[in-house]
């Protein structure tokens, strides 16, 4: 963290801002507007009060008019009627405009970036612990977009020095008549001492609270660490089934060590002794400055107003404008302070959303065919994880054909899930080529090339949402063809008790009446979600690896009736879920050590497939013998 404190250029911090402004205005469009015209609004008004109160106790101390006084406060009343209807009217357009950018914020950039990137950088580590450094910063102290947002104090202490100067100028310019004793305050030198003053208070507040907010960005480290441990055990005893497991051993025990001892946060801990004790100092010096100079202002304009120079009224005018000239020039050095210590969390950002997309984007089209005639080639594919050395895949021939069964089988590790993540370009292949009817799948458009594929991954995710929007995947959707996946996936019978049918919320996330699913209803959806697509090739790999072998048995073979027409390629480490099938591909150490038919490789008893079988199916044996 020696860097925190680095100074940037006034330069650097313009730039990284603007471009920081730029990208949240992608998120925000009307923000900038809106915020401004609402800090605009917000810097003036405290003068209106000022302007009409001087000018009433000027004619209550002065010549006592009674029209002019009727005058000064029907005016007042009107305008401050006025304003309030119109603070209203801004806040009711700015607000709305700003609580959704604050929710946005942290969501909307990186995801729009997360779903358009290439998925080998999603999948990245190094892409994680930016994100999550990301989030940190965020949630410490703001860094990041949480102060761009607040960019527009900037602009609302601009316009109140602005404001406060306009209602300063008289106080110099009006002077004490030459015979009173106290002309001597007409002299330049009181302008230039109390601008000194004005200044200088300034500065140092600003300078107390920029040293506050550096001590609070110096502890980010620390500080984040120990947000990450609330957080980390605020997970662990509410989500299942870490939660259950916290119980059972106890382990509520450890997150009370962590937090009385360990987390910044702690009585006597880093936040306490670094952050808060010595800003109250600072605070507390800041307040002592201000009544001084506020008492040395409140005493010059006294006194002129005293030697005549002006009605008393203009004291109230002249204190409330240079006091409010001082506060608005320190809030302009603590906004900027500010932006300084956002540099580096803005360049982290712009790091994340400039990761750019290698990946080769290809315009071919895959044209839905509708004779379906499709063909895979693995041509000697092998393939390397982004910054591994071990080989995962390593010559890899293989093909087939629409309307194939194809099982693809191997113990845990051998590379099975690889070679889908590849068939479905979420890598490319480190070496030699994947075809599709004999052209490099790279030169395909990228969705249109994803639409032939319909997947469901062993770690399939359903959404807290309408049933019927988890399987169409879509907002609008064509019911009677979900409620037909449903049934072909085997959900027939329990949609018929989803209280409120296909629009039943799953899980009680978003809305308390929502159901939970069981893994195997779950699993039946996902197929379903999968079944809907309706594209040429539909993969599962493992989405049963929860169930016992002879149940994925069962519905595998149940599946390959609902599959048709379709291609099927089935994943398992479970040889006999997969025994129908056309074709067998057996991994080895990510490598095909043997295809064929299911009597055929079983007969080979050198082979893989042989070994593996007879090793399992002593299980089946017993399981069957138990059924
Ligand atoms: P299977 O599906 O046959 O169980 P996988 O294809 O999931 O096997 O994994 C093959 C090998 O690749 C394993 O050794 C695994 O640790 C490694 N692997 C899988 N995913 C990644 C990844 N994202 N980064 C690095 N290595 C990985």
């Known amino acids: 963290m020696k860097n925190k404190t680095r100074k940037y250029s006034a330069r650097k911090i313009l730039q990284v801002h603007w471009r920081g402004a730029k990208e949240f205005h992608r998120i925000a469009p009307k923000f900038f507007l809106s915020q401004s015209c609402k800090a605009a609004f917000e810097a003036v008004t405290p003068y209106v009060t000022i302007f009409f109160s001087a000018r009433i106790i000027n004619e209550l101390a002065g010549l006592r008019r009674p029209e002019a006084l009727k005058y000064w406060v029907i005016l007042a009343l009107a305008v401050e009627a006025g304003l309030a209807l119109t603070r209203y009217g801004i806040a009711r357009w700015a607000d709305p405009i700003h609580s959704l950018a604050a929710y946005q914020e942290d969501t909307v950039p990186y995801l729009k970036k997360l779903f358009s990137m290439d998925y080998a950088d999603v999948d990245s580590q190094a892409t994680k612990e930016m994100l999550n450094k990301i989030r940190l910063n965020e949630s410490y102290v703001g860094l990041g977009f949480p102060t761009i947002r607040s960019m527009n104090e900037l602009l609302g202490a601009f316009i109140g020095i602005l404001s406060a100067i306009t209602l300063t100028i008289s106080l110099f310019t009006s002077k004490v008549p030459q015979e009173s004793p106290l002309a001597v305050l007409n002299q330049p030198l009181f302008f230039v001492m109390i601008l000194a003053l004005v200044v200088g208070t300034a500065l140092l507040s600003g300078y107390l609270s920029g040293k506050c907010w550096s001590m609070q960005v110096r502890l980010n480290e620390e500080g984040t660490q120990g947000n990450n441990i609330f957080g980390h055990f605020m997970s662990l005893g509410s989500q299942r089934p870490a939660s259950v497991d916290v119980r059972l051993y106890e382990q509520q025990e450890i997150a009370a060590h962590y937090f009385e001892t360990a987390s910044t946060f702690r009585h006597g801990g880093g936040y306490e002794t670094k952050v808060i004790k010595p800003g109250s100092w600072y605070d507390a010096f800041g307040a002592a400055l201000s009544a001084a100079l506020t008492g040395f202002i409140y005493l010059f304009t006294c006194l002129k107003a005293w030697g005549g120079a002006f009605g008393v009224g203009l004291v109230t005018q002249y204190v409330g404008a240079v006091t409010a000239l001082s506060r608005n020039i320190s809030n302009l050095l603590t906004s900027w302070g500010q932006l300084e210590g956002n540099v580096e969390a803005m360049e982290l950002i712009f790091e994340f959303l400039d990761i750019p997309n290698s990946m080769y984007q290809g315009s071919l089209t895959t044209e839905k065919r509708s004779d379906r005639q499709y063909e895979v080639e693995f041509k000697d594919v092998s393939f390397r994880y982004p910054n591994t050395e071990a080989w995962v895949l390593r010559h890899v021939n293989i093909r087939f054909q629409v309307g194939q069964r194809l099982a693809v089988v191997g113990e845990n590790g051998s590379g099975k899930t690889t070679f889908i993540k590849l068939l479905c370009r979420l890598y490319d292949p480190t070496e030699g080529q994947i075809l599709l009817n004999g052209i490099d799948i790279r030169k395909y458009d990228y969705r249109d090339y994803m639409n032939i594929f319909s997947v469901v991954f062993q770690d399939f995710q359903l959404i807290a949402q309408p049933l019927g929007n988890n399987v169409a995947g879509a907002m609008d959707y064509d019911r009677s063809k979900v409620e037909k996946a449903l ?21 009680k996330d978003l809305d308390k009446e929502g159901v939970e699913v069981s893994g195997g209803e779950a699993q039946k959806i996902a197929i379903a979600r999968a079944l809907y697509k309706d594209a040429p090739f539909i993969i599962l790999d493992e989405p049963t690896a929860a169930l016992d072998p002879l149940a994925e048995a069962e519905i595998y073979s149940k599946f390959d009736q609902i599959a048709g027409d379709r291609t099927a390629v089935y994943i398992s480490h479970r040889l006999s879920s997969c025994k129908f099938c056309d074709e067998i591909a057996v991994f080895d150490h990510g490598q095909v050590v043997q295809q064929g038919g299911h009597e055929e490789l079983l ?16 299980y089946y044996a017993q399981k069957e013998a138990e059924g």
């Open 487 to 507: 049934r072909d996936a085997g959900f027939g019978d329990r949609l018929a008790e989803m209280p409120k049918g296909l629009d039943t919320y799953l899980y």
């Open 603 to 618: 007969s080979n008893e050198s082979g893989k497939y042989h070994e593996l079988w007879h090793a399992q199916a002593q």
